[in-house]
């Protein structure tokens, strides 16, 4: 009999909310400000290594929840575009009584998180951006990431190989070692990535893919913001992070330290007492710093 896993743990501990047409599982915990943490493309599992530090989760209110299509939250048939996951999230804040909160997103959720403050400004107080997967210049390292590694993956995906599928993808996006390492940060995600690939390959993918963000949109963002790059990533990330941060007006830049792209999963204490470092110099307002969590 395999041993039970966090990931199996918090998903029977994990809440449903009817928004939007879709019912959506989600966990909060703690107290304070709050903070909206965004998961990643890949997979639902993500925030649990964040929740679990204590510079965070003794300090403030954490939001984790599972976007339509992952884990057990409702699929939604079709496309399902960046402006989707943007609006589910607002509305589940609004569900929850969270009038304006932190908002962390990591690489494609980082989108979200753009696409949340142009959306629903109101309710982004301030914007974590953990290698964002989007905006990228046109470089030939980008070009040799799709070749290399979008394509192939794709290919598995469509050839009905997950596995394979989610092997090439991580192996090019976190490194040949990667597995290691995403296994020490949180064991078992590697199996939820297999489980929610027609999320990510068939809905993720594309609507990264298709998704706008100019200078203009960027100037529009006036919420402090924090971009996060590990130390020892990969360039195309360090391309799009840097041209991200030479648009957003008031941004600041921050290298974590023994990390890939895996960033949390590898220095989870380095990333939340960033984050809550950050917190500190941008407190909400009294009047939004608080709300009832039994809403």
């Known amino acids: 009999m395999k041993p039970v896993t966090r990931l199996q743990v918090v998903a029977d501990q994990?809440?449903?909310a009817a928004i939007?047409?879709?019912?959506?599982?989600?966990q909060l915990r703690g107290s304070g400000e709050?903070?909206?943490?965004?998961?990643?493309?890949?997979?639902?599992?993500?925030?649990?290594?964040?929740?679990?530090?204590?510079?965070?989760?003794?300090?403030?209110?954490?939001l984790s929840y599972h976007r339509a299509?992952?884990?057990?939250?409702?699929?939604?048939?079709?496309?399902?575009?960046?402006?989707?996951h943007a609006r589910h999230?607002?509305?589940?804040?609004?569900?929850?009584?969270?009038?304006?909160?932190?908002?962390?997103?990591?690489?494609s959720?980082?989108?979200?998180?753009?696409?949340?403050?142009?959306?629903?400004?109101?309710?982004?107080?301030?914007?974590?951006?953990?290698?964002?997967?989007?905006?990228?210049?046109?470089?030939?390292e980008q070009a040799e990431f799709v070749r290399d590694v979008v394509g192939p993956a794709v290919q598995r995906y469509r050839a009905g190989d997950k596995v394979a599928a989610v092997d090439t993808w991580a192996r090019g996006v976190f490194g040949p070692d990667y597995r290691g390492a995403l296994e020490r940060g949180l064991p078992g995600v590697f199996d939820q990535c297999v489980a929610d690939?027609?999320?990510?390959?068939?809905?993720?993918?594309?609507?990264?893919?298709?998704?706008?963000?100019t200078a203009q949109d960027a100037s529009r963002i006036t919420q402090p913001a924090l971009a996060i790059i590990g130390d020892n990533t990969a360039p195309t990330f360090l391309g799009r992070l840097q041209l991200l941060v030479s648009w957003l007006p008031n941004v600041q830049a921050f290298?974590?330290?023994?990390?890939t792209h895996l960033l949390h999963l590898q220095n989870p204490r380095g990333t939340a007492e960033a984050l809550a470092s950050f917190y500190t110099r941008h407190p909400l307002p009294a009047s939004t710093a608080s709300f009832d969590a039994d809403r």
């Open 255 to 259: 290298e974590l330290p023994r990390a």
């Open 69 to 84: 299509g992952f884990a057990g939250s409702d699929r939604i048939e079709g496309p399902v575009s960046m402006g989707d």
């Open 14 to 16: 994990m809440e449903r």
């Open 109 to 140: 959720s980082a989108v979200i998180a753009l696409q949340l403050a142009l959306d629903f400004p109101d309710a982004v107080h301030t914007l974590a951006l953990m290698e964002p997967a989007r905006p990228f210049p046109p470089t030939e």
């Open 197 to 213: 690939a027609d999320a990510f390959f068939a809905q993720e993918m594309p609507a990264v893919q298709q998704w706008s963000f």
């Open 20 to 26: 939007d047409c879709v019912e959506l599982e989600y």
């Open 34 to 62: 709050p903070v909206v943490l965004i998961h990643w493309g890949v997979s639902a599992a993500w925030a649990e290594p964040l929740m679990d530090e204590a510079a965070l989760g003794d300090r403030y209110r954490l």
């Open 89 to 107: 999230c607002a509305l589940l804040m609004r569900h929850l009584g969270i009038e304006r909160a932190h908002i962390v997103g990591h690489s």
